[in-house]
């Protein structure tokens, strides 16, 4: 598995990079500024991207934020020191997968990038998914029927792709919950349900409200 570490502490990121490949086996790169994480990002192929929050050349999060704006579909684990509910809420919101705060043991590093492994889907080829009689545009974030585009919030977007990804399989709430919005969110089930019921009434300017299936006492599907 290929990694790209972003930390600008250079005793931390020597110890963090001995111990993925020592322990991991891991390939990894390492990066010390946000400008060299997103450009590393883009060129070469990381199954999981682990972003410092505080860099020079540009935040973690910034650097999260263009990312997912370029459509990167790849996991990404935040490190940061910050450690208030809105610190977490602000680097998931920015579209990370999970958050670690300073200072941590290597062994849950560890534990938790093999969660984002096992959490880890198949992207799809192309930015732009059919759906029926409309679209949904990966790279701008909208769903779109001919000249018509309605903007989806950041978790509706989170969860119709996550279906869409995965169509024809039944997704339990559990785990798009933890999917969209991340490990260890102050939130319920119920956002889920909340959340499908919004992307519903969107879905139906296009007469297609029925394309999210519920799977009662399950979750949701989209059939391929």
Known sequence: MNILLAEDDVRLGELVVHMLKKKGGYQVDWVQEGGDAYDYAKSSHYDILILDWMMPGGAGTDVC????????????????????????????????????????????????????????????????VSLGSFELDRT??????????????????????????????VLPRELILDRVWGYDADVSLKIVDATVKLLRKKLDVFGQQDVIQSIRGVGYKIED
């Open 140 to 169: 701008n974030r909208v769903i779109r029927q001919r000249e018509e585009e309605i903007l989806l919030s950041p978790r509706e977007f989170g969860l119709l792709d996550l279906l869409v990804q995965n169509k024809g399989q």
């Open 65 to 128: 934020r263009r990312l997912r704006k370029d459509g990167y579909s790849g996991a990404i684990l935040m490190l940061t020191a910050k450690d208030t509910v809105e610190d977490r809420v602000e680097g998931l919101d920015a579209g990370a997968d999970d958050y670690l705060v300073k200072p941590f043991e290597l062994a849950e590093l560890l534990a938790r990038l093999r969660a984002l492994t096992r959490r880890a889907y198949v992207p799809i080829v192309g930015n732009c």
